[in-house]
T-cell receptor, first 111, second 115 residues
Framework: EAQVTQNPRYLITVTGKKLTVTCSQN?????MSWYRQDPGLGLRQIYY???????DKGDVPEGYKVSRKEKRNFPLILESPSPNQTSLYFC??????????FGQGTRLTVV | AQSVTQLGSHVSVSEGALVLLRCNYS??????LFWYVQYPNQGLQLLLK??????LVKGINGFEAEFKKSETSFHLTKPSAHMSDAAEYFC?????????????FGSGTRLSIRP
């Protein structure tokens, strides 16, 4: 089954404690991206990757890092989380423009 | 700047009634247009897409949308709402057809269905 898998689904952490949200896809897609979803703001792109070792900033990259060492994996790293990064995060991969496959989401709370 | 606007953050209809969710985009260049649906505690799923073929596009679960270039709109409709249609709906646009073309999402419309 074609899918994008994110872990964990839920995470509560404290300010400043580094964390990683993993994302893996089994569709051999080259393009992957991370979004955050906040009420009234829709989805905003954090980072994207066009292929292995090729990443670039989206609209709201501050406070986040990513890596793309393998085609299937695209982890999101928060080196020093802050409360304003409390949000719902989605990983997505796509083969054709606009036709993205989304993970189930990770609800992050930073206290 | 290119943008997409969804009118109404919350729409409530009775079961069996017409569903109409509005989406407008701003661009002089016709985009590729999409509707995504997000059920509670799930990720987004593609509902339907417009990629410059037929202007009336049919999607899953009885939804359809019509691309109107003169109105820069891509409104989503369903003739008869079901309780299972309760979800959040996102309109999205992109202006290129490679996988890397940036997708811009609207702010979403939450659809509630009254029994």
């Amino acid at each position: 089954e074609a899918q994008v898998t994110q872990n964990p689904r839920y995470l509560i952490t404290v300010t400043g404690k580094k964390l990683t949200v993993t994302c893996s896809q089994n569709m051999n897609h080259e393009y992957m991206s991370w979004y955050r979803q906040d009420p009234g703001l829709g989805l905003r792109q954090i980072y994207y990757s066009m292929n292995v070792e090729v990443t670039d900033k989206g609209d709201v990259p501050e406070g986040y890092k990513v890596s793309r060492k393998e085609k299937r994996n695209f982890p999101l790293i928060l080196e020093s989380p802050s409360p304003n990064q409390t949000s719902l995060y989605f990983c997505a991969s796509s083969l054709k423009a606009g036709q993205a496959f989304f993970g189930q989401g990770t609800r992050l709370t930073v206290v | 700047a290119q943008s997409v606007t969804q009118l109404g953050s919350h729409v409530s209809v009775s079961e069996g009634a017409l569903v109409l969710l509005r989406c407008n985009y701003s661009s002089s260049v016709p985009p590729y247009l999409f509707w995504y649906v997000q059920y509670p505690n799930q990720g987004l799923q593609l509902l339907l897409k417009y990629t410059s073929a037929a202007t009336l596009v049919k999607g899953i679960n009885g939804f359809e949308a019509e691309f109107k270039k003169s109105e820069t709109s891509f409104h989503l409709t369903k003739p008869s709402a079901h309780m299972s249609d309760a979800a959040e709906y996102f309109c999205a646009v992109t202006w290129g057809y490679s996988s890397a073309s940036k997708i811009i999402f609207g702010s979403g419309t939450r659809l509630s269905i009254r029994p």
